[in-house]
């Protein structure tokens, strides 16, 4: 499956984005998709996580509350809606499926990019004061 992240943009704190995460070659349905993000100079940090069924949803501390994460299986796309946006947001975001057999809760527990592949072309989201 290959994956493309679209949807960032310049926005003002306070403000909201909704991120795509579109998947071609295979049904996105099928994985587990995670969301990170990378600002300079920092490890790339999990952001979110959605079973293939869309039954189960993880959210890092720094976010919960004000990302939602959801999937549509006929667009065959993940979603990232940002809500309160914080400077602190700003990095460039990527979408990638788990390829590890560990489940979202030990993910959300040990958020190592590592347990995720396939990792599409990022898309950066600056949020100004």
């Known amino acids: 499956v290959q994956l493309q992240a679209s949807g960032g943009g310049l926005v003002q704190a306070g403000g909201s984005l909704r991120l795509s995460c579109a998947a071609s070659g295979r049904a996105v349905s099928s994985y587990t998709i995670g969301w990170f993000r990378q600002a300079p100079g920092t490890e790339r940090e999990f952001v979110a996580g959605i079973s293939w069924s869309g039954e189960t949803v993880v959210y890092a501390d720094s976010v919960k509350g004000r990302f939602t994460i959801s999937r549509h299986g006929a667009k065959n796309t993940v979603y990232l809606r940002m809500d309160s946006l914080k400077p602190e947001d700003t990095a460039v975001y990527y979408c990638?499926?788990?390829?590890?057999?560990?489940?979202?809760?030990?993910?959300?527990?040990?958020?190592?990019?590592?347990?995720?592949?396939?990792w599409g072309q990022g898309t950066q989201v600056t949020v100004s004061s």
């Open positions: 990638a499926t788990k390829t590890s057999r560990y489940g979202l809760a030990y993910v959300q527990q040990n958020p190592q990019a590592a347990l995720f592949g396939s």
